[in-house]
Every structure is written in structure tokens, then in C-alpha cells.
């Protein structure tokens, strides 16, 4: 049959020419200058030879050398790097035990506990610093790193538990049951089979939380001691004093490391060869 | 095979199984012998998966108790029984090679190394999965890894090889392929197979005895033969392929049909004179010509005729309401033109003893 010709107009009818859609173009680009514009700001004149913040004169690494040379900054840096792995681990750990038990615990207080634990995701930073900090000074605690690692924890679980939790209910509860069958025990059937079957799962959650605590401000200036503090907290201390180009520097650093770690969480999933990739939000 | 006086491989000792409240499995009383490959069949929700779960000890009996070639295993976790299991989803570990799955359960009882490796190579060999050994499950096809589901539970030599459906992901020409071997293996390791299906012709071609299941209750448990043949109940009669159900009255040794004729079925002493009673009878126990002397005929009309390649099935009327149908084969003596077509009258012969006749 010869279509072409034997279409009513109806179905030939366009629009005219398509035109660029400038004003969508417009709109993306001013949205990408104002959420990318400081962020090269900072990196440009962290390279800056000289001390302004406004000019750049020339191409230069001093202020990465200041930074290498400065004793407190890089004490912040030891400490959030101290604090972020800590936090890592224990909120790994037990957001992981907490997502297992939020599946496979049959009752209502599962449900209950489900949603007590979105609640730090949605509760104000600044709330859950200040009860922090109340609470650690009610106790009489003396804050230092080691009351920012818990705060960090406590806050970091519920990312954990919400990206495991939907992958804990995809697994097969027969592989598991498989495994006792062939000898194990239970612990040894979580070990040898549920945790390798998570394993990428729990490496992109590992990753995200040290990234989030790296950066994490709000929490961290209300928990921590005076020194050191979080290189976050520190930077914030420094700029009040006057911003010194050195700040620049650190910035860009904590940029690449941070867009590294996030770009490492998206990979792992690929990397065990399963399809789609990982999404952090569902962790699916 | 039946059960001898010897110590059967499988005791269920009236096991009943509640799940809040409502029964899953009654009472249930089972001998099944060493050797055996015996057949737990029914429509979902008969209670089969739950019993062959609490043999395997994924499940705890309510009441009763689960012996195991006579030992009382009812409280003994599923490590800790000489039983193994191939899963309904394979439940393979897919991050190990097919060679790791197989010998999952060799290194967690502690057999040395060289051992294990040889044990699992003859086990490759035996389900044909050669050049397999470090490939990872989700390379393998579905009937791949049905093979490394069951080298994986058959490495362990278990006393009893529990299977729950483990064919009903595979297409019907490959599960009919699976169903000869998986006997094929069985005969040649003489392990005793409990085998969950809710496939009649599975259990039919497979098994060495089948207990029908329903209600959580065994209705029947028998040769293949005879729960075919020599149905017990009506639920049976039903399951096991088609049956032709007839209502009518039973009366000195013939069942009045309402508005039809009178269907012989011998004298039946256990029925009482005068009561409502169903007729069963197989399509492929019906004669429609070349009748034996003797042999009791009735009259039909032909309503519909179905060919389905080897066999063509007529479904007959004959009383207003009530229609059997009747299987013929096509052999190379039927002539298509010797086939009935719709409403042509037929005589339909069978054997009384042919007949269940099962009162209300």
C-alpha cells in the first residue's frame, strides 16, 4: 500500500520548522553560572600567584604549599579524616545490622522502628547539633573528636539502613536458607553469603557517609572541641579572621576528593558487574 | 517400591503445622523408604512445600515429630540433618564459581582440599556441567543452574535429597529432558528424592510412589499407577488428569442418570440402594468403536470435537446437561474422515471397572 500519498492531512500537519527552544536553553544556562560560578571561583584563585581575590595574576601552587605547611590546618584535616572513617565504619556497621533486622523482623515494631529511623533524615541539622551538644553537656562528656564520630554516627545510620534496606528485601531468603541447609550455621550463612550478596551495596553506602561527614559542618561545630577541630568547622573559623587565599586551596582539595568519592560510590556497583548501577536514594 | 520393615528414610509422625491459627499441614503420617523417589503432588497451598520444609527443618512441626532414618530430628536445625535441598529458585550463591556452590558444603563439614576438588569434578561430570567449574551462576542458563542446584546438595551424599519444584522455571521441552534425567541420577546415587510438584505427569512419570496432597492432608499415597488408576477420592480422581464427574442415582448395580440412560457400573455393596452418587471415569477408558463382547454401551451425541495432534477428544453428551469426554488416539489406522463431527449420535463403550463411583 502506498501510505505517503493516501495519509489525510491531519497526519502530515506540523508544526511548522522546529525552533530552538531559547529561553529553556537560557534558563539552564543562568542555573548552571549561579550553582557552578563561585564553585570555579574558588578553584581559579586557589591557583592565583598573588593574595587578591578579585584579580588573578598568574599561574601558581603557593597557597597549596601555605596549606601543606600550615600545622593547624592540616591537624583539621588529620581529624576529619579520623572522623570520617570512624563514622564510616560504625555507621555501617550498624546500619546494616539495623536494616537486616528492619526486614526481616515480622511485627509491628518493625514498622514502627522503619519510621523512627527516617526521622534524622528529616529533622534540621541544626536541631540534631543542638541536642547534641545539650546532651553531651548534660552528661558532662568533654567534646572533642570523639563526640563528633558519635554524633556523625547517629546521623549516619539512617542513610545506611535506607540504601541497604530495599536490597536486603530484594535478596532471596532460600539463598540464605540454602546455605544452612549445606552446614552453616546462622552466623556463618550472614557471613558467607548475605554480606558478599550486599557487598557493593555496602561499599557506595561507605563511600557516601565518609564523603557526607567529611563535609558535614553543622553537626560538627556543635559537637566538637576547640582543638583540633573538623576542617570544615576550621575553614569557617579562619574566613572570620579574614579569608586568606590558603582557604581557596583547601576548598579545591575537599572539591576533588569529595567528587571522587561520590563518582567511586556510583562506580562500585558497576564495577561487580551488575546492571544499572546504583541508585543512592533507593539503593537499587 | 513400598515401604519395607526396614527403617524408612523419612518419618512424619502425625505432623501438623499451624500458621496463625490455621492448619497447613493434618496430621500428616508418611513412611518413605530408603531409595525411594517419592512425590508429595498438589495444587498450591496443599501443604507440600511446608512438609518438605519441616523434613529439611526450615520449619518447625506445631505437633508430631520428623524422623530421619529413624533418628528423631524435629528439634535439630537444617545444618545439623543429614538432608540436603534444591530450591524452587535454585537459591544459587552468585558470587562464587559454580565449582564454590558445588563445594560449599563439603568445606563448611571440613573435607580436605583435594578431596573436595575431586568430589565436585565427578559431580560436574555426573549433571554435565563440564567447562562450567569457574563460571559465575548468572552466566549460566536456567537449566544450568537447575544442574548446579542439585550437584550442590547431591555433593554432601545427604541421606535424603529434598526437591521443591525445582523444574517449574523450566520450558516444557527442557523440564521433560530434566524429569528423565533427574531419574536417571537418582537410580545411579540411590539416594531417596522427596519431590514437590504440582505437576501430575511429573510425579506420574518420576516417582516411585506419590502421595496426593490437599487440605494439608495425604488423600492418597500410592504407586503412580494406582492414584491414576484406582483414585480413592474425588479430589484425587479430579487431580490426577481429566475425569468425567456424572451425577445420578445408584441402583442394583447402575447409576440413573437425570433424563439419560443407565450406566452399569457393577454391583457396588459398600453403596447404599437409592443414594446420589458421582461416576467417574477417565476420557481414554472410553470406547467409541470396536466394542468388547459383553462390554456396556450407551448413546451420545457429539457436542465438540478437539484435535490436539496425537489424541482428538470428544466431548459427548449423554443426558441434557451432562457431557463426557471421551479421548481417541490418533493412530495411523484413524482416518481423519473417519472422525465424528458435531451432533452425530455415538455409542460409547466402557468396563464397569473402569468406573469410580464415589457417594455423597
Known sequence: ?284 | MTPTAATPAVRLDHVSKEFNGSHAVRDLELDIAAGEFFSLLGPSGCGKTTTLRMIGGFADPTEGAVLLSGEDVTALPPNKRNVNTVFQSYALFDHLSVADNIGFGLKRKGVPKPEIRERVGAMIDLVQLGGMAERKPRTLSGGQRQRVALARALVNRPAVLLLDEPLAALDLKLRRQMQVELKQIQREVGITFVFVTHDQDEALTMSDRVAVMNGGRVEQCGTPEDVYERPESRFVAAFMGTSNLVGGVYRDGTVQLEGGPALPVGRRPEIGEGSQVDVSIRPEKIWLSDFEPGMPVVNGVIRETVYSGPTTTYLIELAPGVTVAALEQNTARARMEDRWAGGETVELGYDPEHCLVLSH
Open chain 1, 1 to 284: 500500500m502506498n501510505l505517503p500519498a493516501s495519509l489525510p492531512p491531519r497526519a502530515r500537519r506540523r508544526r511548522g520548522p522546529r525552533r530552538k527552544p531559547v529561553f529553556a536553553i537560557a534558563v539552564t544556562v543562568v542555573f548552571f553560572v549561579l550553582l557552578y560560578l563561585p564553585i570555579a571561583m574558588v578553584v581559579l584563585f586557589s591557583f592565583n600567584a598573588q593574595k587578591s581575590l578579585t584579580i588573578f595574576k598568574g599561574f601558581s601552587l603557593r597557597w597549596y604549599e601555605a596549606f601543606f605547611h600550615d600545622n593547624v590546618l592540616l591537624g583539621s584535616l588529620g581529624m576529619s579524616l579520623e572522623v570520617s572513617l570512624v563514622a564510616m565504619i560504625g555507621s555501617v556497621v550498624l546500619g546494616v545490622a539495623l536494616a537486616l533486622g528492619l526486614v526481616r523482623h515480622k511485627g509491628r515494631l518493625g514498622g514502627y522502628a522503619g519510621l523512627i529511623m527516617m526521622v534524622p533524615l528529616i529533622t534540621p541539622e541544626i536541631v540534631t547539633g543542638v541536642a547534641s551538644l545539650l546532651l553531651f553537656k548534660g552528661l558532662g562528656v568533654t567534646l572533642d573528636s570523639g563526640t563528633v564520630m558519635i554524633a556523625e554516627i547517629t546521623f549516619s545510620i539512617s542513610y545506611v539502613t535506607v540504601i541497604l534496606r530495599s536490597r536486603v528485601a530484594a535478596l532471596n531468603p532460600e539463598v540464605e536458607e540454602a546455605a544452612m541447609d549445606l552446614g552453616a550455621t546462622r552466623w556463618q550463612a550472614l557471613r558467607l553469603v548475605t554480606l558478599p550478596a550486599l557487598l557493593p551495596a555496602i561499599l557506595a553506602s561507605a563511600v557516601l557517609i565518609f564523603a557526607l561527614v567529611f563535609d558535614d559542618f553543622v553537626l560538627a561545630y556543635f559537637t566538637t572541641g576547640v582543638d583540633p577541630q573538623p576542617l570544615a568547622v576550621r575553614i569557617y573559623s579562619a574566613i572570620r579572621f579574614g579569608v586568606e587565599p590558603t582557604i581557596n586551596a583547601v576548598g579545591t582539595l575537599m572539591l576533588a576528593g569529595s567528587i571522587t568519592l561520590i563518582g567511586l560510590a556510583l562506580a562500585i556497583p558497576r564495577l561487580f558487574g551488575r546492571r544499572g548501577g546504583l541508585d543512592l536514594i533507593s539503593g537499587e
